[in-house]
């Protein structure tokens, strides 16, 4: 079973920027879809961007296109999140998963990391 880790996530200020990095182990994620999710305190998970098997082709929740950018290095094993000019209604839990069905959905996806936590002051 693969095992995804995430990191990179702390305390910035309203219009900061942070890279988080979701790394595998156990077995790699190659051949699989990859998505990063966020859950906001008492709502529920939602995909944030997704990225597929080769890295070519990637896809956005509309409130953070063009500001967001979802990577991965196949050869390191690892997908990455870029955000930019954070707002402070981001703060979450952010998480890494494999997509194994076609929908968005956080039943869509397997392999959950325990997250990492995304906090934006204003």
């Known amino acids: 079973q693969v095992q995804l880790v995430e990191s990179g996530g702390g305390l910035v200020q309203a219009g900061d920027s942070l890279r988080l990095s979701c790394a595998a182990s156990?077995?790699?994620?190659?051949?699989?879809?990859m998505g990063w999710f966020r859950q906001a305190p008492g709502k529920e998970r939602e995909a944030v961007a997704t990225?597929?098997?080769?890295?070519?082709?990637?896809s956005y929740a509309d409130s953070v296109k063009g500001r967001f950018t979802i990577s991965r290095d196949n050869a390191q094993n690892t997908v990455s999140l870029q955000m930019n000019s954070l707002e402070p209604g981001e703060t979450a839990g952010f998480y890494c998963?494999?997509?194994?069905?076609?929908?968005?959905?956080?039943?869509?996806?397997?392999?959950w990391g325990q997250g990492t936590q995304v906090t934006v002051s204003s």
């Open positions: 156990g077995r790699t994620f190659i051949g699989y879809d």
């Open positions: 998963a494999r997509r194994i069905r076609a929908g968005l959905t956080p039943s869509d996806f397997d392999s």
């Open positions: 990225i597929n098997s080769s890295g070519g082709k990637t």
